[in-house]
């Protein structure tokens, strides 16, 4: 079992930035985050890989957001920048085994409790 603690969350103005933090109970094989608004599908943000810190990035949030990992404390970052409006959304840590891609909800095993992230204009 695992489990995951979201936290970093709250309310922006549009273009500024926040950290998200995820403090893992052990590592597995890649951390993700997704994040869902109201009406809408869990949506892909990024991934990272705990051996070699392997990124991927969703379309939507790619050159704003970076993904990193501190292998020493389980804890896994979202650093994010020139937030819009439109990234509005709970957002999801979530961790996997070694699965083909990372980009897929259905891939990850586990999942925090998520994280509100509110960008206003």
């Known amino acids: 079992q695992v489990q995951l603690v979201e936290s970093g969350g709250g309310l922006v103005q549009a273009g500024g930035s926040l950290r998200l933090s995820c403090v893992t109970s052990?590592?597995?094989?890649?951390m993700g985050w997704f994040r869902q608004a109201p009406g809408k599908e869990r949506e892909f943000v990024a991934a990272?890989?705990?051996?070699?810190?392997?990124?991927s990035y969703g379309d939507s949030v790619k050159g704003r957001v970076t993904i990193s990992r501190d292998n020493a404390k389980n804890t896994v970052y979202l650093q994010m920048n020139s937030l819009k409006p439109e990234d509005t959304a709970v957002y999801y840590c979530?961790?996997?085994?070694?699965?083909?891609?990372?980009?897929?909800?259905?891939?990850?095993?586990?999942w925090g409790q998520g994280t509100q992230v509110t960008v206003s204009s």
């Open positions: 052990r590592r597995t094989f890649r």
């Open positions: 990272i890989t705990w051996t070699f810190g392997s990124t």
């Open positions: 979530a961790a996997s085994g070694p699965t083909s891609y990372g980009t897929d909800p259905n891939e990850y095993d586990y």
